[in-house]
Structures are given as structure tokens and as C-alpha cells.
């Protein structure tokens, strides 16, 4: 009866490049003697001398491992998977020749005599010294000495990576890994768009900046450390906001963009200036343990709108800033983007076309789902409506008033103003107590916004309510919820307790 048998990458050679094949057998020892009869040259991979399974190849039916069932006598059906996982070392075996003689060779140490003897015909051909040295200098070949010798990349591979051109958009949690292993990877143009300068609490997550970087803008603390690691990369620095004014002359003079933006105006300004353009977008998106990457390309799939047709209402869905993330969030996210661009580069494997990735750190899955291109689509779908960009402030409903018009809002230096004239108000402050321990506004209440429906009963209809929390948006919920209430005289602390710490209490511990 036929099962199924997935080929690990280090042995595809040996099957015709086939990720899985189909092979017969009742059970595990006749699958195994039947896949070695299929493709002969895997069979001393598989089998040592003396006819046993070799002992750095583990044999898994389904989700077990088969020494835990009844070993090569382990029965098998039809719908049965088998994965074969050998071990791998990672790193190189074979270092004593000199390049010009090394070949692609499998990661596999245990049997490296024998890789060598059996390729060391054919590949003098696909790398021949002549080619190795074309395009790329000496440094470069050594640099990329380990890239090189993967059949999938290549001397020909390295160059494409050399003339690449990449935009990272926002040079945060997830634009600091992407970046550096990038510029690591030899991506000849690598452009960064930033605005901000390093903050302290940048520093537990945006691996690229270093402590003596708090205070210096971004950008350029950024070039520095990537011509640190690779010299022959260009940094082309964009010391500016992306905003729909310029986003198409930036995007235009690059062939893959990477979002690793932290809000929803610029996601839907990155995505539609992509699709307007015809670029890949190469999407992450983190929070707290959880983790999205998807590809972007409207020639091929869906866009970032077929998914998601308009953003939640301001203030709805926490930011980093206000919900928090785990340090090593981005890097595992960032890593899953810069993956993405290489392989476009590359024109190799299956690229996040058309598949969400779903990441959580808490249970260590990957989850996968299927995402579809929305023929409703304003932006690429069969009507489209949106032709050029947009105000994307205004799309995602965010003020563009000036503060003194917005009557729900007051500053911090109005906010201080009252105290000062003792006015009679509540501060009601709507964080969580672990945030409240790191810092609180003087004679604050604290009702986080979880409690604030049990708890609207301890608040005086009568006076006036100030609500804050760290930048504005959970406190927003909170009004919206009093005003619901009946409660009339109802101020929101704009900017949070960010703002007032900055504006007012410069001393306060920001976070
Ligand atoms: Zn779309």
C-alpha cells in the first residue's frame, strides 16, 4: 500500500529533489527497504554496512518517533506520513581545501567521505573558479563562502543578493534583525526608513542599537553598525515619516519593501503604495507573545486590505507600547521577513504567498492559514477604488484636529493647570497595577481598564473625570464606556502618562 515519506532538504538530492515521495510497504523496515530500492543512492545514507538504519537517522511515523513503537516492524496505512530526520550539525565539515575545490556538500558530518567522493565529478562545472571570481571580489566570495556552496544560491544567487535592492520601513524591533542579517547576507541596497531617535526602552528588543546609542537618531546609529558588519552593503538612510507624499518616490527604487511598522497608518500607506506600484511587501506584525508574516504581492495573492478591509477603531487594539512584547518577539518575526526577502531574491522555495503564519511564543506553535485574494478588494481587487494614496490619518481614524479643538481631550499642561487651581476632578488612571508600580500621576485612582465596569460605581457622575493611561488609547475605551454610562463631564489625558511625563514631570521613570 502507498505512504507517504518526507525527504529532509540534506538528503533531496538523492531523491530527484523530491520533498516527499510515495512508496510501498506494510510496515516501517519494508517503507524503508522499498525507498532505498526507489533511489539507490540514498541507501548508504540510510543503511550502514551491516544493513542496519543509521544511527543518526530517526524515523518518525506520524508524530512519533518509531523506536517508541515497534521499531521497523511498526505497521503502516495508507494515510500514514513518514518523516525521516537525520541529524545536522550546522556548521561546516570539510574546511582543509582551498575554494576552489570545495563542493556543495550536505550538512551531514557523519558521512562526508562519502558525499565527497560521489560529487567531487560534477560541481567544478555548476562553480568553476572563473565564475566565483566574476562579479564578486575575493572578500566577497570568502564572506559568502557558506552562502555560495548551497546549490539553491550559488555564485550566481550571491550576485542577485549583491544586486538586490531592499526597503525597510521603520528601523524598530523588527527592522533591526531583518537589517542585519540582511546586510549580513550581502543585499547590495538595503534602505531604512526612520524618524525617531533610540529610546531606552528600545533597547531590549532592537538588538542593533546599544546603550550608547539612547539619544542618537536611529538611522544613522543603524548604518553603522550594518557597515560594521559588511562594508560592502549600501545603506541608503531615509531619515524621514513615510507619508503619502513621499512613499511612492521612495518605494519606486527598490524591488522588495519589508513593513516593520508599529501602527495602522503606515501599514495601509506601505501596502497600498506596494500594490500601486507592483512591489512585494514582506508583512510582520508582533504583540506581546504573538507573531504574524505573511507576503504581500497583489500580482500573485492577496494584499494587506483583502485581509484586513479597514483598521480597528483608534484606541481598540493595544500597541507594543501600550500591551508590551517579548524582547525576542521581533527577532523571531523579523527573521521569518528577512527569510522571505531572500528567498524572492533567490526566486527559490515557497514563498508566504497567500499564507498567513501565525507564531505564538506561549505554546511554541506555528500555525499556518490559507488567506485568499478578496475580489471586493478597493485596492486590487476586480473594482478598484483606490487608485492612488490616501490620507491613511483620516482612514484610520485618527485626529487630525489640534488638541485644544477636540473637547475630550485635555493636555498635560492644562491637566497641571487644574491641579494647581485645585480644581475638583478625579484622576482616574486605567493601567495595570505592574504599570501603576512603575509610575503614577499623584492622587490618581487606579482602575484598570478590565475593572472599569464593575468599578464606574466608585465615580462621581457629578465632577469631572480625568482618565489617563500610558499613551491615550486604553483610556479612550474607558471614556467611551463612562460616556455609554451617562457620564457627561469626561476628559481623556492625551498622550497618556508618557506625554505628562514628559511635559510636566520630567523625572518620572518613562517605560
Ligand atoms: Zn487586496
Same mark, same amino acid.
Do not use: M, W
Given at each position: 500500500m502507498p505512504v507517504k515519506v518526507l525527504i529532509p532538504i540534506a538528503l533531496q538530492r538523492f531523491t530527484d529533489k523530491k520533498s516527499s515521495v510515495e512508496v510501498e510497504g506494510k510496515n516501517i523496515n519494508e517503507v524503508m527497504l522499498d525507498l532505498a530500492f526507489r533511489f539507490p543512492e540514498l541507501r548508504k545514507h540510510i543503511y550502514s554496512e551491516d544493513g542496519n538504519?543509521?544511527?543518526?537517522?530517526?524515523?518518525?511515523?506520524?508524530?512519533?518517533?518509531?523506536?517508541?513503537?515497534?521499531?521497523l516492524e511498526t505497521p503502516v496505512k495508507k494515510s500514514d506520513v513518514i518523516t525521516i530526520v537525520p541529524s545536522i550539525a550546522g556548521g561546516l565539515f570539510k574546511k582543509k581545501k582551498k575554494l576552489e575545490n570545495q563542493v556543495p556538500v550536505g550538512p551531514d558530518s557523519?558521512?562526508?567521505?562519502?558525499?565527497?567522493?560521489?560529487?567531487n565529478t560534477a560541481p567544478?562545472?555548476?562553480?568553476?573558479?572563473?565564475?566565483?571570481?566574476?562579479?564578486?571580489?575575493?572578500?566577497?566570495?570568502?564572506?559568502?563562502?557558506?552562502?555560495?556552496?548551497?546549490?539553491?544560491?550559488? #555564485? $550566481?544567487?550571491? /550576485? !542577485?543578493?549583491?544586486? @538586490?535592492?531592499?526597503?525597510? %520601513?521603520?528601523?524598530?524591533?523588527?527592522?533591526?534583525?531583518?537589517?542585519?542579517?540582511?546586510?549580513?547576507?550581502?543585499?547590495?541596497k538595503i534602505g531604512l526608513v526612520d524618524f525617531d531617535v533610540v529610546d531606552h526602552t528600545n533597547l531590549h528588543r532592537q538588538i542593533i542599537f546599544t546603550t550608547q546609542d539612547v539619544g542618537k537618531k536611529k #538611522? $544613522?546609529?543603524? /548604518? !553603522?553598525?550594518?557597515? @560594521?558588519?559588511?562594508?560592502? %552593503?549600501?545603506?541608503?538612510?531615509?531619515?524621514?515619516?513615510?507619508?503619502s507624499q513621499n512613499a511612492m518616490d521612495i518605494i519606486r527604487n527598490y524591488d522588495i519593501v519589508i513593513d516593520g511598522t508599529d501602527n495602522y497608518p503606515t501599514r495601509y500607506l506601505v501596502n497600498d503604495a506596494c500594490v500601486l506600484l507592483g512591489k512585494?511587501?514582506?508583512?510582520?506584525?508582533?504583540? !506581546?507573545?504573538?507573531?504574524?508574516?505573511?507576503?504581500?504581492?497583489?500580482?500573485?495573492?492577496?494584499?494587506?486590505?483583502?485581509?484586513?478591509?479597514?483598521?480597528?477603531?483608534?484606541?481598540?487594539?493595544?500597541?507594543?507600547?501600550?500591551?508590551?512584547?517579548?524582547?525576542?518577539?521581533?527577532?523571531?518575526?523579523?527573521?521569518i521577513q528577512a527569510t522571505e526577502a531572500i528567498k524572492l531574491i533567490l526566486g527559490t522555495g515557497d514563498s508566504l504567498v497567500g499564507r498567513l503564519l501565525l507564531f505564538n511564543a506561549l505554546d511554541m506553535s506555528f500555525r499556518e492559514l490559507k488567506l485568499r485574494k478578496d475580489p471586493t478588494c478597493p485596492l486590487c481587487g476586480t473594482n478598484k477604488t483606490i487608485t492612488q494614496l490616501i490620507d491613511y490619518?483620516?482612514?484610520?481614524?485618527?485626529?487630525?484636529?489640534?488638541?485644544?479643538?477636540?473637547?475630550?481631550?485635555?493636555?498635560?499642561?492644562?491637566?497641571?493647570?487644574?491641579?494647581?487651581?485645585?480644581?475638583?476632578?478625579?484622576?482616574?488612571?486605567?493601567?495595570?497595577?505592574?504599570?501603576?508600580?512603575?509610575?503614577?500621576?499623584?492622587?490618581?485612582?487606579?482602575?484598570p481598564l478590565g475593572q472599569i465596569k464593575q468599578r464606574s460605581e466608585e465615580l462621581d457622575k457629578n465632577k469631572l473625570i480625568v482618565l489617563h493611561c500610558h499613551h491615550g488609547g486604553r483610556s479612550m475605551q474607558a471614556l467611551s464606556y463612562l460616556k455609554s454610562l451617562g457620564f457627561t463631564k469626561l476628559k481623556n489625558l492625551d498622550g497618556g502618562i508618557d506625554a505628562w511625563a514628559d511635559e510636566v514631570e520630567p523625572t518620572m521613570t518613562k517605560y
Open positions: 538504519i543509521r544511527s543518526f537517522v530517526n524515523i518518525y511515523l506520524n508524530q512519533e518517533d518509531v523506536r517508541f513503537l515497534q521499531k557523519d558521512h562526508v567521505t562519502e558525499t565527497q567522493k560521489s560529487e567544478q562545472a555548476q562553480h568553476p573558479i572563473q565564475t566565483i571570481i566574476d562579479g564578486l571580489t575575493d572578500e566577497e566570495t570568502k564572506r559568502y563562502n557558506r552562502h555560495i556552496i548551497i546549490p539553491e544560491v550559488g #555564485v $550566481e544567487g550571491q /550576485k !542577485q543578493l549583491k544586486r @538586490a535592492r531592499v526597503l525597510i %520601513v521603520g528601523a524598530g524591533g523588527l527592522g533591526c534583525p531583518t537589517s542585519l542579517y540582511l546586510a549580513a547576507a550581502g543585499v547590495g #538611522v $544613522e546609529a543603524a /548604518k !553603522q553598525k550594518l557597515k @560594521a558588519v559588511n562594508p560592502n %552593503v549600501d545603506i541608503i538612510l531615509h531619515e524621514t515619516k513615510l507619508t512585494p511587501n514582506i508583512y510582520g506584525s508582533i504583540f !506581546q507573545f504573538d507573531g504574524q508574516a505573511s507576503v504581500f504581492d497583489a500580482s500573485k495573492g492577496p494584499c494587506y486590505r483583502c485581509l484586513y478591509k479597514e483598521p480597528p477603531p483608534h484606541g481598540l487594539v493595544p500597541s507594543c507600547a501600550e500591551g508590551g512584547v517579548l524582547g525576542i518577539l521581533p527577532g523571531i518575526i523579523g527573521l490619518e483620516q482612514f484610520c481614524g485618527i485626529s487630525q484636529k489640534p488638541v485644544e479643538e477636540d473637547d475630550e481631550q485635555i493636555n498635560p499642561k492644562k491637566l497641571k493647570e487644574l491641579f494647581d487651581k485645585k480644581e475638583d476632578l478625579i484622576l482616574v488612571d486605567v493601567r495595570e497595577q505592574s504599570e501603576y508600580q512603575i509610575c503614577h500621576i499623584e492622587g490618581s485612582k487606579l482602575i
